[in-house]
C-alpha cells in the first residue's frame, strides 16, 4: 500500500536544494573530496534505509545529486509512500564520484528527515483506525521546511493545518486576552476577514465552549489540553455544528483514546518539531 497524495513538483524546492547545496559547499566547495577522488573517476551508490520505515524525500533526495552535477544519473527504486524494511535500496547513483560524495549529505538529510515525519505520522494514523479522526500537523516546523514538513505529513497518510498566518484564522488564548473575551475576539476577526476565509477559535474550558457556541461565523473550534471526559463532553455540546479538534498532550499512548472522543481532528506539533530521522546512507 501507498500512502500520500502524490509528490511534488520539482520548482518547488529546487531553490532550496540549491541553499543546501551552496551552504555546505561553503568558500572552496568539497577540499576533502577534491584532494582525495580523481576528477575523472565515476563510480555508483545506492542509498539505503536501515530501518523499516515510511519513505518521503525520494525524488528530493535524488534531485540534490542531479542539480550539483546534471550528469549524475539517478533511479528512484521507490515511491514516497512505500513502506520499507531495513536494508532495502531506495535511490540507484551512477555518476562522477566527486558529485556523489559532495551531494550526499544534503540528500540523506532532507530523505531522513521527510522519512522520519512520515513514519511518525503513518504510526499516529494507524492508532486511531477506524475512528473516523484525523491526524494533523500544526506550524511548529523547521524555519524554512514547512512545505517539506508538511509534505511529509501528508505522505504518511496525515492531513495538514494551516500553512501560514495568511491562509486561515487560529484565535488563541493570548488573542482572547487581548480582546476581552471570546466574542469580541470572534466579532473583530468577521469585521476584517473576507468570507472565504476559515475561521478557528482555541478554548480552553466548557465554558468558554459554551460562549463560543451562541457565536456565529466561526467554523471549528481547538479544544486544548482537555482531559478526556471534558473532550467527550464537549464533542456532545458542539453536536456536529463545528469542526472540533483536539490538541496538547498529544502521545502514540494516549491518541486512540482522544480519538475515541469522537473528535474530528487531532493535531500535534512533535510530528514535525522533534520527530527523530529515519536513518538512510549512500554505500558506493
Known amino acids: 500500500m501507498i500512502l500520500g497524495r502524490g509528490p511534488l513538483p520539482a520548482l518547488l524546492y529546487e531553490d532550496l536544494l540549491r541553499a543546501a547545496l551552496v551552504e555546505d559547499l561553503g568558500r572552496a566547495g568539497d577540499v576533502t573530496t577534491d584532494a582525495i577522488v580523481p576528477v575523472d573517476l565515476r563510480g555508483t551508490g545506492e542509498i539505503r534505509v536501515r530501518q523499516d520505515a515510511v519513505v518521503a524525500g525520494v525524488d528530493i533526495a535524488a534531485r540534490a545529486f542531479t542539480l ?11 515511491v514516497d509512500g512505500a513502506r520499507v524494511a ?22 540523506l538529510n532532507l530523505l531522513g528527515r521527510l522519512s ?6 503513518a504510526d499516529l494514523v494507524a492508532l486511531v483506525a477506524g475512528t473516523g479522526t484525523e491526524i494533523v500537523c500544526t506550524r511548529k516546523t523547521t524555519p524554512g521546511l514547512r512545505f517539506l514538513e508538511k509534505y511529509a505529513v501528508r505522505v504518511g497518510g496525515g492531513s495538514n493545518h494551516r500553512f501560514g498566518l495568511d491562509d486561515a484564522v487560529l484565535v488563541k488564548d493570548n488573542h482572547v486576552a487581548v480582546a476581552g473575551g471570546v466574542t469580541e475576539a470572534v466579532r473583530r476577526v468577521r469585521a476584517t476577514v473576507g468570507h472565504l476565509v476559515k475561521v478557528e477559535v482555541e478554548v480552553d474550558s466548557l ?31 458542539v453536536d456536529g455544528r463545528l469542526v472540533t479538534e483536539a490538541s496538547g498532550g498529544i502521545t502514540p499512548e494516549r491518541v486512540r483514546a482522544v480519538a475515541e472522543c469522537g473528535v474530528d481532528l487531532i493535531s500535534t506539533g512533535w510530528l514535525t518539531h522533534s520527530v527523530r530521522n529515519v536513518d538512510v546512507g549512500l554505500d558506493c
Open 86 to 107: 531495513a536494508g532495502e535500496v531506495l535511490v540507484q547513483i551512477e555518476g562522477p564520484l566527486r558529485a556523489l560524495l559532495t551531494a550526499e549529505r544534503t540528500a
Open 207 to 237: 465554558a468558554q465552549l459554551d460562549e463560543l457556541l451562541g457565536l456565529d461565523g466561526v467554523d471549528a473550534v481547538l479544544l486544548d489540553n482537555f482531559d478526556l471526559d471534558a473532550l467527550a463532553d464537549a464533542v456532545r455540546r
Open 116 to 121: 522520519g515525519i512520515a513514519t511518525a505520522t
Open 68 to 78: 550539483y552535477d546534471p550528469t549524475v544519473q539517478v533511479v528512484p527504486c521507490v
